[in-house]
């Protein structure tokens, strides 16, 4: 079966392919875009996030453009700090062991302000993140992280605006319908084929834009690109991303890129559901951990849990965990640091064991040897440097000395009951390999030419993050190159239109 002829088919309904559906049709195009999910898991794993986009800001006044309402007593209790052009470059650059291809990341980097503006003008509403973003100290916050606005009613919220924005637009969504494969054409690509209701149907169009995220719900893509044990990493986020929307283009010839044994995975609670459940996105989050110290079955210690912030280490702690014997491990608070436990470990279903003495609590945790366990804290305690003064909005250096793996900030000794333990396995978030595109979001081929009509942007995109990744860039980067490849695929089509 065929359906009409559109100018540009966005493939995928998350935040990536409905920027770039709402940029080609500010461009002029009509536009149609199909997602494999059903109306009710649209929104793929952008529906599942926190809302947070990292972008540059260089102190109040900026955040004020986009937060018009913020309270003046909001104003006066809060440092909101900066962010610079040079520090999320730096960011970029450090956190992917200089990997990442500079051309892509001046892109995010550049346009990340500007983008933001751009989705406010349309309608999705940001606000600063208090409480996870910046604690209050005294009664004053401090943003830190590089982080400060997330979208309204988060992940969800973000995406309610975006299908908002679309219904207005006249942009139609097709559910229900996986793209499969890519029609050539004389000129290039000349739309998709995908199965609806078991049937095979063509959708024609000028230009694709391919948004359909990466493979991170694809058990054996997982255990073939990442290595043994993947397979049981749990998915934080949308059954339905795949991999697809990367076969289909290099079927098509375009070029692999990017770090393929690379994910962004995070410590996760262990006994999750296999994916995640858009209704309750959050759950699974084990966020707090720089103040906690973390085991493995053993006993023993074995990552730095203070190393940097939250959102500079949480992306590859997941597989370190998932390395450890077992893989799954256990994060330890005492009554000390409790009020700073992200709501997430309150939730239903969270792991959780707790005892007013060390030897009672290991007791309950299970499948930990006991004395080791023991000999850690003890070990730990005595290495605790108590001269910094504990500071959560900083990196506060209060560290330990002599330990095989010293903890760099937030060194609490845990030693005021009752203690609490937290069991976290691996969640799987999103894969880091995937197409090469270039600054204008035109898929390239294997001698870095652009495929004609043939666009890209989101998870799929290759080249951006290895090894770990800045929290909050995979929405700005999706925003940017989403928007870009609406208005290219659009000025695609008009140019073949014209001739
Ligand atoms: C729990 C969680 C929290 C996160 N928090 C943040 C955060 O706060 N900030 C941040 O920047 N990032 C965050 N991320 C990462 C972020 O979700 C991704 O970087 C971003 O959402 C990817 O957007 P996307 O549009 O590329 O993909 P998605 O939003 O996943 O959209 C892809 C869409 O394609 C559809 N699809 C798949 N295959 C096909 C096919 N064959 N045909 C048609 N459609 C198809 C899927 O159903 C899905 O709707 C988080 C991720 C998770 C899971």
């Not at 975006?162 to 054409?185: C, D, Q, W």
Request: charged share 20%; proline share 4%.
């Amino acid at each position: 079966m065929t359906t009409n002829t559109y100018d540009v088919i966005t493939l995928g309904s998350g935040n990536a392919a409905l920027s770039a559906a709402l940029s080609a049709r500010e461009n002029g195009a009509s536009v149609l875009v199909l997602e494999r999910a059903p109306e009710a898991k649209r929104g793929g794993n952008s529906a599942f996030t926190g809302g947070g986009m990292r972008m540059v800001y260089n102190g109040l006044e900026d955040i004020r453009k986009i937060v018009p309402d913020l309270s003046d007593d909001e104003i006066a209790r809060t440092d909101f700090g900066s962010y610079t052009r040079e520090q999320y470059l730096d960011d970029l650059g450090n956190l992917t062991q200089y990997y990442i291809d500079p051309d892509l990341a001046e892109t995010i980097v550049d346009n990340s302000t500007d983008t933001v503006h751009w989705l406010r003008q349309r309608g999705i509403r940001f606000v600063p993140n208090y409480g996870r973003q910046a604690y209050n100290v005294n009664g004053r916050f401090k943003f830190w992280g590089g982080l400060v606005i997330f979208a309204n009613g988060g992940g969800k919220g973000l995406m309610d605006s975006h299908f908002k924005v679309a219904e207005k637009e006249g942009i139609p969504i097709r559910y229900n319908t996986r793209a499969v494969s890519l029609i050539r054409s004389r000129t290039g690509v000349g739309g998709v084929r995908a199965i609806v209701d078991g049937t095979e149907v063509e959708f024609h169009s000028r230009a694709v834009v391919l948004a359909c995220g990466g493979f991170e719900a694809n058990r054996e893509m997982r255990t073939r690109y990442l290595g043994p044990g993947w397979e049981i990493a749990k998915v934080r986020g949308t059954r339905y991303n795949t991999g697809d929307g990367i076969q289909m283009a290099l079927d098509h010839g375009a070029q692999s890129y990017g770090q393929w044994s690379g994910c962004h995975s995070v410590a996760w609670e262990r006994y999750a559901t296999d994916f995640g459940e858009v209704e309750t996105p959050h759950a699974g989050y084990r966020h707090s951990y720089p103040f906690s110290i973390m085991v493995n079955s053993e006993g023993k210690r074995f990552l730095d849990e203070g190393a940097d912030f939250r959102n500079y280490t949480y992306a590859k702690y997941g597989r370190v965990v998932l390395q450890q014997p077992g893989s799954f491990a256990w994060q330890i608070f005492d009554a000390q640091v409790k009020p700073l436990l992200r709501d997430e470990y309150k939730a239903r279903g969270a792991a959780k064991v707790q005892a007013d003495t060390l030897e009672e609590l290991v007791e309950r945790m299970q499948d930990v040897n006991p004395a080791n366990f023991l000999a850690t804290v003890r070990e730990y305690n005595a290495a605790v440097q108590s001269d910094a003064p504990f500071d959560p909005n900083s990196k506060d250096g209060r560290a330990t000395t002599g330990l095989a793996i010293n903890k760099t900030n937030w060194a609490n000794t845990i030693s005021v009951p009752p203690y609490e333990a937290y069991s976290v396995g691996c969640g799987i978030t999103f894969t880091f390999g995937g197409l090469k595109i270039d600054t204008n979001a035109q898929v390239l081929d294997i001698e870095d030419k652009p495929l004609p009509g043939l666009y890209a942007a989101g998870e799929l995109v290759g080249g951006l993050y290895y090894f770990n990744y800045p929290g909050s860039t995979g929405l700005m980067a999706g925003a940017v190159f989403g928007r870009i490849a609406g208005r290219e695929a659009a000025a695609f089509v008009a140019e073949r239109k014209a001739a």
